[in-house]
T-cell receptor, first 115, second 111 residues
Framework: AQSVTQLDSHVSVSEGTPVLLRCNYS??????LFWYVQHPNKGLQLLLK??????LVKGINGFEAEFKKSETSFHLTKPSAHMSDAAEYFC?????????????FGSGTQLTVLP | NAGVTQTPKFQVLKTGQSMTLQCAQD?????MSWYRQDPGMGLRLIHY???????DQGEVPNGYNVSRSTTEDFPLRLLSAAPSQTSVYFC??????????FGSGTRLTVV
């Protein structure tokens, strides 16, 4: 069994300040982990993925995430927020070599960027 | 442009009507899935397919049918629409361990 918890439903930051979106997971196996971003009225776009290689994963648009097995966490960070980062972010977990049935989404974190 | 194409983008149905949401991908992906997105609930899997001729149920399959006659297409059928099916529907293709490509969604309202 697996689950994913996004610890904050809403995060608000000022433009130019760091972003931290928190994700904890639970999995019986070594999971694959993803972050997706969804801008208003758009589909989901893959930001980055962890699939058991380097624990620090770099994604698009300056985002990165660190897989910490001991803390069962996969938090998403960005050093400096931009107005265009305002969107909803989803953390997703799946076991390795899984079927589509086992893709589990978090409930999402809405990021607001203030000018 | 390569990707996942969903049609229509918006649809209003009356209770009891049926319709088909279309999904096509041009990336030769074996895996395709349908999700519904409701406020505060993330995305929930409706049906998925691991290749032409192979489909299976996800978390919330009731009231929906799918078929996969080709690698490219994966339509979702609502048999008799209900207000509880008001949602945003996303089609996706790819590989679970490598990441999915999502379509831009269909916003469905059932009145």
């Amino acid at each position: 069994a697996q689950s994913v918890t996004q610890l904050d439903s809403h995060v608000s930051v000022s433009e130019g300040t760091p972003v931290l979106l928190r994700c904890n997971y639970s999995s019986s196996y070594s999971p694959s982990l993803f972050w997706y971003v969804q801008h208003p009225n758009k589909g989901l776009q893959l930001l980055l993925k962890y699939t058991s290689a380097a624990t620090l994963v770099k994604g698009i648009n300056g985002f990165e995430a660190e897989f910490k097995k001991s803390e069962t966490s996969f938090h998403l960070t960005k050093p400096s927020a931009h107005m265009s980062d305002a969107a909803e972010y989803f953390c997703v977990v799946t076991p390795p070599r899984s079927s589509a049935r086992q893709l589990t989404f978090g409930s999402g974190t809405q990021l607001t960027v203030l000018p | 442009n390569a990707g996942v194409t969903q049609t229509p983008k918006f649809q209003v149905l009356k209770t009891g009507q049926s319709m088909t949401l279309q999904c096509a991908q041009d990336m030769n992906h074996e895996y395709m899935s349908w999700y519904r997105q409701d406020p505060g609930m993330g995305l929930r899997l409706i049906h998925y397919s691991v290749g032409a001729g192979i489909t299976d149920q996800g978390e919330v399959p009731n009231g929906y049918n799918v078929s996969r006659s080709t690698t490219e297409d994966f339509p979702l059928r609502l048999l008799s629409a209900a207000p509880s099916q008001t949602s945003v529907y996303f089609c996706a293709s790819g590989r679970p361990t490598l990441g999915y490509t999502f379509g831009s969604g269909t916003r469905l309202t059932v009145v």
